[in-house]
Structures are given as structure tokens and as C-alpha cells.
């Protein structure tokens, strides 16, 4: 026997946010958006370096020259 056509009882909410709100939003992902673009090779490098077992100094990794 197949069970009845019930409609859905789910609630729906509708958020409404004032203008500020909105803005501080956008800002907010842009600012975020900035920080991944910049941010993603260094993150990168410091998750090598912290990982390997001979950790070079810093300037070892900045430099232009191979290390010995």
C-alpha cells in the first residue's frame, strides 16, 4: 500500500538582512578573498618547511643562491 501525498511540513525561514549588514558581508569575502589569493603559496612553503625533516633558516629559503 502506498503511503499518502502529504504536503511538507518543513518550516522555510526567510533571513532578512538590512543594507549594513549586506555590506559588511561583501567586505568581509573580499577581504577574505584578498587574504586566500596572497596567501596561498606561503601557506604552502610554511606546510613544506614545517614537514621536513632538515629545516633550512629562513634565509636559506629566501635566497636566490643554492645552499651547499
Known sequence: MAP?????RRTQYQLTLSD???ERIIKLL???K???????IPFV???GWAASSNKPSIL???SPFPSA
Not at 499518502?4 to 511538507?8: L, Y
Not at 584578498?34 to 596561498?40: L, P
Open 34 to 40: 584578498t587574504i586566500a589569493h596572497y596567501g596561498f
Open 45 to 47: 612553503l610554511y606546510l
Open 4 to 8: 499518502e501525498s502529504t504536503p511538507s
Open 60 to 62: 636559506n629559503l629566501l
Open 20 to 22: 549594513e549588514s549586506k
Open 30 to 32: 573580499d577581504y577574505s
